[in-house]
C-alpha cells in the first residue's frame, strides 16, 4: 500500500508538472516566445549605433493594421550615396530577446564583410516600436519592412537579402516564400521548425503531448511552421548558419529544415564549436566568407 501511495503521490506531482506547463503554453505564450525586454535591463535602453562606428538613418514603417515600426538604414559613414545605392541591400529580421540595437556588433562584422547596407525593422513591441508581438503581426511587419525598402531611392532595391537568425529566421522564411520574385536570396541562421517542435526541447515533460503530429498542438497559437513553409521557396538560393553547440534551438531542427527545402541552390555551413548567438565570434573568418560569397555570387 506504501508504495501504491509513494507512486501515486509520483503521478500526481508529474501531473502537476505537466498541468502548469500546457496552462503556461496557453496563457503566456507569446510572453515566453517574445522577449522585447531582457530581464534586468530598462525598457527604454537602446544603444546608438555611432558608438560602433556606424551611421544610422531612423524610419517609420507603417504595418497594415496601421501598427508603426521604427527601422534601421545602417551604413558606413565614409560611404557615399551612390557607393550606397551601387551595393545589395540586407533585410534583416532579429531574434527574439531585446531591441535590434543589441545587435549592434553583429552589423559591424556584417557591414564589414560585405559593404552593403543594412535596413533592420523592429517588431512591434520592440524597441521603439508600436503594438505587441504575436505571429500575424510580425508576419504583417516583415512584408511592411519589405515595402518600404523597395520604395526607397537611397538603396537598390532590385538586390534586397533576407537575413533572418532564430526567430528572425521563421519571419524570412515566411517573407521569402511569399515574396520570391522581389528577392536575391535568404539567409537563415539556428532557426527551429516550428513553436510546436521547439515546446519539447524547451519543456520535455510536454514533449509527448506538443510536437509534431502530437495531441494539444492545439495549445500552441503561435505556430511558425517554417518546416512547411521553406519547400515553397523553390526560386530563390538559400544559405544555412548552423550552429553545433546550440544551446536553445536543437542543429538537428537546421538539418530537418535543410532536408525539406526545394531551393534551386543550399548552402548548409556549420560551426561545431558555436553556440545560439555567436557563430559570427566562434569562428569569423568562415563565417564571414560564407555570407560574403553568397551575397556576392546572387546579387551580382
Given at each position: 500500500?506504501?508504495?501504491?501511495?509513494?507512486?501515486?503521490?509520483?503521478?500526481?506531482?508529474i501531473?502537476?508538472?505537466?498541468?502548469?506547463?500546457?496552462t503556461?503554453?496557453?496563457?503566456?505564450?507569446?510572453?515566453?516566445?517574445?522577449?522585447?525586454?531582457?530581464?534586468?535591463?530598462p525598457?527604454?535602453?537602446?544603444?546608438?549605433?555611432?558608438?560602433?562606428?556606424?551611421?544610422?538613418?531612423?524610419?517609420?514603417?507603417?504595418?497594415?493594421?496601421?501598427?508603426?515600426?521604427?527601422a534601421w538604414?545602417?551604413?558606413?559613414?565614409?560611404?557615399?550615396?551612390?557607393?550606397?545605392?551601387?551595393?545589395?541591400?540586407?533585410?534583416?529580421?532579429?531574434?527574439?530577446?531585446?531591441?535590434?540595437?543589441?545587435?549592434?556588433?553583429?552589423?559591424?562584422?556584417?557591414?564589414?564583410?560585405?559593404?552593403?547596407p543594412?535596413?533592420?525593422?523592429?517588431?512591434?513591441?520592440?524597441?521603439?516600436?508600436?503594438?505587441r508581438?504575436?505571429?500575424?503581426?510580425?508576419?504583417?511587419d516583415?512584408?511592411?519592412?519589405?515595402?518600404?525598402?523597395?520604395?526607397r531611392?537611397?538603396?537598390?532595391?532590385?538586390?534586397?537579402?533576407?537575413?533572418?537568425?532564430?526567430?528572425?529566421?521563421?519571419?524570412?522564411?515566411?517573407?521569402?516564400?511569399?515574396?520570391?520574385?522581389?528577392?536575391?536570396g535568404l539567409?537563415?541562421?539556428?532557426?527551429?521548425?516550428?513553436?510546436?517542435?521547439?515546446?519539447?526541447?524547451?519543456?520535455?515533460?510536454?514533449?509527448?503531448?506538443i510536437?509534431?503530429?502530437?495531441?494539444?498542438?492545439?495549445?500552441?497559437?503561435?505556430k511558425?511552421?517554417?518546416?512547411?513553409?521553406?519547400?515553397?521557396?523553390?526560386?530563390?538560393?538559400?544559405l544555412?548558419?548552423s550552429?553545433?553547440?546550440?544551446?536553445?534551438?536543437?542543429?538537428?531542427?537546421?538539418?530537418?529544415?535543410?532536408?525539406?527545402?526545394?531551393?534551386?541552390?543550399?548552402?548548409?555551413?556549420?560551426?561545431?564549436?558555436a553556440?545560439?548567438?555567436?557563430?559570427?565570434?566562434?569562428?569569423?573568418?568562415?563565417?564571414?566568407?560564407?555570407?560574403?560569397?553568397?551575397?556576392?555570387?546572387?546579387?551580382?
Amino acid at each position: 500500500m506504501g508504495l501504491m501511495i509513494w507512486l501515486f503521490r509520483i503521478g500526481a506531482g508529474i501531473a502537476g508538472v505537466i498541468g502548469i506547463g500546457l496552462t503556461a503554453i496557453y496563457i503566456y505564450q507569446e510572453k515566453l516566445l517574445y522577449v522585447p525586454v531582457v530581464p534586468g535591463m530598462p525598457k527604454d535602453a537602446w544603444i546608438p549605433a555611432e558608438r560602433y562606428g556606424l551611421a544610422s538613418q531612423d524610419a517609420e514603417v507603417e504595418s497594415a493594421d496601421g501598427v508603426k515600426l521604427h527601422a534601421w538604414l545602417l551604413t558606413d559613414p565614409t560611404w557615399s550615396p551612390e557607393f550606397i545605392r551601387s551595393r545589395p541591400v540586407i533585410l534583416f529580421f532579429q531574434e527574439n530577446a531585446g531591441n535590434m540595437s543589441f545587435r549592434l556588433p553583429f552589423f559591424k562584422g556584417l557591414i564589414q564583410a560585405l559593404d552593403c547596407p543594412i535596413f533592420a525593422v523592429s517588431y512591434r513591441g520592440y524597441g521603439k516600436s508600436q503594438g505587441r508581438p504575436n505571429e500575424k503581426g510580425l508576419k504583417l511587419d516583415a512584408e511592411a519592412g519589405l515595402r518600404h525598402l523597395l520604395k526607397r531611392q537611397d538603396v537598390d532595391g532590385s538586390r534586397v537579402v533576407v537575413f533572418g537568425k532564430s526567430l528572425g529566421g521563421a519571419v524570412a522564411i515566411f517573407l521569402a516564400a511569399a515574396y520570391q520574385e522581389k528577392l536575391k536570396g535568404l539567409i537563415i541562421e539556428n532557426t527551429f521548425t516550428s513553436v510546436e517542435d521547439m515546446v519539447g526541447s524547451v519543456l520535455p515533460p510536454l514533449g509527448p503531448l506538443i510536437g509534431a503530429g502530437k495531441p494539444l498542438n492545439r495549445l500552441v497559437t503561435n505556430k511558425w511552421y517554417s518546416l512547411k513553409t521553406i519547400p515553397k521557396i523553390d526560386k530563390l538560393p538559400i544559405l544555412m548558419l548552423s550552429s553545433g553547440e546550440d544551446e536553445m534551438v536543437p542543429p538537428s531542427q537546421m538539418k530537418e529544415l535543410r532536408a525539406a527545402q526545394k531551393s534551386p541552390t543550399c548552402k548548409f555551413v556549420e560551426f561545431p564549436t558555436a553556440g545560439h548567438m555567436n557563430a559570427y565570434d566562434a569562428d569569423p573568418t568562415r563565417y564571414w566568407m560564407a555570407v560574403a560569397e553568397f551575397v556576392t555570387l546572387y546579387t551580382l
